[in-house]
């Protein structure tokens, strides 16, 4: 497997990374456990969660399967924070006071001493950039934290993070996790030549669209009982637009004519496009993780390239995964 920088840093990772939003909930905790053994045996080294991830409990128990298996040192451990941990006024957000009481919680869940790269879920548009970053900045210094980064941040936003990292002289963030995947190309107008220019990781998330690209929702069905789309609120199903079947319908078929599945090939596109470090997989049972883990080994071919261009151009989207940000005003209309 060839490993990936990390941003400008010297840290390699795996090129996908093991995303944790799953476990706890849907998946036990057995065999959330389970997952990440078998990921760290298949040559995955770098593992994503966040503080609100089922209320903490995916930190725990990412946490206890890393001092279970005793690979912590072998593992590049990112989680994030912002989101709402309780019920007082500065239990969410981007403050000095929340940021540091969060990593202190978060370092207490996981069972470690550090966190190898720690980020800012959402960006605040109330909380100036430097009271942020000075705050991360004094936990790089005080050895709590290695690396800092941000996700689903406007590239304007990440533009001024370095700006004032530089101007202040402090830490800089080195990585950007923003929606990223066929359905989704909007990121590559500014956020990608920006990150390539100033040398930020690119981890996507939601790289197979939540199981549209996989195939799970036909064109012309109706939501089947169970699934995703069924049990998930209007957030997720507005992104199930009539567009974004028909082009997981068509990724469908290009993969059967390549001997894989389309979830193989919806992720192979996103690992290898420019710019991109590791998407972040969120693999709900073992089985899905072991048809992700053979992606590592694949390569997407030149000539098929503008086969995906012609599906859903450069740019552009057919599905809105930037409705989760109070940030992005454009909505997709099927």
């Known amino acids: 497997m060839e490993y990936r920088s990390l941003g400008r ?29 078998r990921a760290l045996d298949g040559g995955i080294n770098f593992i994503d969660t966040a503080n609100v991830y089922n209320a903490g409990e995916s930190e725990r128990i990412v946490g206890a399967a ?4 005793g ?16 019920e007082g006024p500065n239990d969410e957000g981007a403050s000095r006071y929340h940021l540091l009481r969060a990593c202190e919680d978060s370092l207490r869940r996981l069972q470690t001493d550090h966190i190898d790269l720690y ?6 548009q109330t909380i100036p950039q430097d ?12 050895g709590k934290v290695r690396y800092i980064g941000c996700s689903t941040h406007p590239a304007w936003k990440v533009m001024e993070a370095l700006n004032i990292s530089e101007r202040q002289g402090l830490a800089r963030y080195v990585s950007e996790q923003p929606p990223y995947n066929l359905l989704d190309r909007r990121i590559e107008n500014e956020l990608v030549p920006l990150c390539e220019k100033y040398g930020l990781g690119i981890l996507p998330w939601s790289p197979l ?15 089947a009982e169970g699934s ?48 991109v470090t590791a ?30 261009d012609a599906l859903v151009h450069p740019g552009n989207a057919v599905a809105d995964f930037h409705n989760s940000n109070d940030w992005m005003k454009a909505r997709i209309t099927d």
């Open 119 to 124: 980020q800012l879920h959402r960006p605040s």
């Open 9 to 37: 840093t010297g840290v390699l990772v795996s090129p996908l990374c093991l995303g944790a939003m799953n476990f706890g909930g849907p998946t036990s905790k057995e065999e959330s456990i389970a997952i990440i053994k």
């Open 66 to 69: 890393l001092k279970e298996s």
């Open 228 to 275: 995703r789309g069924a049990r998930s609120g209007s957030m997720f199903r507005e992104r199930i637009t009539g567009h974004a079947r028909e082009v997981a319908a068509q990724v469908g078929a290009m993969a059967r004519e390549r001997g894989i599945t389309g979830a193989q090939l919806a992720l192979l596109w996103v690992k290898d496009q420019p710019g």
């Open 131 to 142: 009271e942020t970053l000075r705050a991360f900045d004094d936990l790089v210094h005080a």
């Open 279 to 308: 998407p972040i997989i969120g693999p709900r049972t073992l089985q899905h993780l072991e048809s992700f883990l053979a992606v590592l080994d694949m390569h997407l071919a030149d000539a098929d390239r503008p086969l995906f």
């Open 71 to 86: 690979r912590r040192d072998e593992v590049v451990l990112a989680t994030k924070l912002n989101g709402r941990m309780g």
């Open 209 to 223: 669209a939540g199981g549209i690209l996989a195939g799970r929702y036909p064109p012309g069905e109706v939501l």
